[in-house]
């Protein structure tokens, strides 16, 4: 089952900010985003949870050292994931 990708504000900003400073990451974030949507779970993601003051968040690899931190919510009745943020592992964390 595809989940709806739902990119917050944030989520945006920070990913045009990357992107335009590493244009090589496009096609990187492009298939991660695409096998969160597939396989949210799938070993080249390395999804897990957070802790501390980000407890109810996930976060996946996109990369050597690109991170997306998302949520799992129900939008119009159905699963969806909520992208939160994206950056590097010390500017999500």
Do not use: N
Request: glycine share 4%; charged share 30%; aromatic share 8%.
């Amino acid at each position: 089952m595809k989940r709806l990708l739902l990119p917050s504000k944030t989520f945006t900003s920070r990913a045009k900010t990357v992107l335009k400073k590493h244009r090589q990451r496009a096609a990187d974030l492009r298939e991660t985003l695409d096998l969160l949507a597939t396989d949210c779970f799938h070993p080249r993601l390395k999804t897990h949870k957070l802790k501390a003051e980000l407890e109810g968040c996930w976060a996946c690899s996109a990369g050597y050292d690109l991170r997306i931190v998302f949520k799992f919510v129900v939008h119009e009745g159905a699963e969806a994931i909520l992208l939160q943020t994206m950056g590097t592992h010390e500017e999500v964390y």
